[in-house]
């Protein structure tokens, strides 16, 4: 069986679209369709339940997926490998990452990387952070781009950047008088705040109580798009990662204060599956991330 079938099928299942599989393979969607077709006659099994939304795997399916994504990766860092000799990257790279991650700062990466390696391609979805960790997990993408990091068994992580975290607020808001703000005056302000579940509240809440702050929240959201504009109509003030309202701060319908007597940062990590062979485009994107973040260590997790 040609392993372009298998890169064809294995696309299918990572992007769970047929018409995707087909855009990054060069080909129409039926194409794709036929490929994967064919696949099942020389099985003699479903490997697709074509019933579902988003589609699905059968149970064989399943099997040969996991087995055809290693070979399929195996090979194509090969010729990764074999390309990258002549010192030009060619390879692709998925990539998974949380939105503000990717609005605030990962597009430029992208720019410049294939600015100055135009043959490689990056694909990137964004996805909230559970979900980025079990695509990496699972092999279905090279690399994830999370806040908080944590190294496991099953996952290995750069350090890649660590974003302050500055007071923002409406320019209505009363905070928005002084040029700088003390922790003591957050206490008894409505806040916005992000969801109860999610790592960087647990941060923020934890900050909070050891300095004796109380702070009522007036709303709580998963995201951090949806909870600037919470803040912009002046429901709270916020504490957010600096980079991520650069571009509502030039606009002025923010205003950023930096708290100088309780400093925070929402560190970024930049997460992979152990044992799995990346190629050299994908390392290659690894090093210029931390090259612009400053960085050119990995976590000790990553010794061995």
């Known amino acids: 069986m040609q392993l372009k079938s298998l890169k064809v099928f294995c696309d ?6 047929f018409s995707r599989a087909a855009s ?39 099997t040969y997926y996991e087995g055809s994504r290693d070979l399929v ?15 030009q990257f060619e390879g692709r790279v998925h990539v998974a990452s949380i939105y503000s991650v990717g609005l605030s700062h990962l597009n430029q990466c992208v720019r410049e990387f294939l600015g100055r390696y135009p043959k490689a391609r990056i694909q990137i979805e964004y996805q909230h952070s559970h979900r980025v960790r079990k695509l990496v997990e699972s092999g279905r993408v090279d690399l994830g781009l999370i806040s ?8 290995k992580s750069y350090t890649w950047r660590c974003e302050p975290m500055v007071v923002c607020c409406a320019p209505e808001h009363p905070l928005a008088a002084f040029h700088e703000v003390r922790a003591g005056q957050l206490d008894s302000l409505e806040m916005v705040s992000f969801d109860r579940d999610l790592q ?39 504490l957010l990662p600096e980079p991520t309202i650069r571009r509502e701060v030039q606009l002025g319908s923010l ?50």
Not at 75 to 83: I, K, N, P
Not at 200 to 216: T, Y
């Open 255 to 304: 205003v950023a204060r930096r708290l100088i007597d309780l400093e925070m940062v929402r560190p970024l990590g930049i997460i992979y599956r152990p044992g799995s062979d990346l190629g050299d485009t994908v390392h290659g994107f690894i090093q210029f991330l931390l090259t612009l973040a400053g960085s050119n260590h990995p976590d000790d997790s990553l010794a061995g």
């Open 200 to 238: 960087i509240r647990r941060e923020i809440d934890r900050a909070f109580a050891g300095k004796g702050i109380r702070v009522p929240i007036a709303m709580e959201f998963d995201n951090i798009e949806t909870l600037k504009r919470a803040v912009e109509i002046n429901i709270g003030f916020s």
């Open 73 to 87: 990766r195996k090979l194509y860092a090969l010729e990764d490998r074999v390309r990258t000799l002549r010192n």
């Open 148 to 155: 908080y990091p944590k190294p496991s068994r099953t996952v």
């Open 12 to 17: 299918v299942v990572a992007r769970h679209s």
């Open 24 to 62: 990054d393979n060069g080909m129409t969607q039926s194409g794709a369709s036929q490929i994967v077709h064919h696949l099942e006659q020389y099985l003699g099994v479903k490997l697709i339940d074509r019933s579902t939304r988003p589609l699905s795997l059968t149970p064989e399916g399943r």
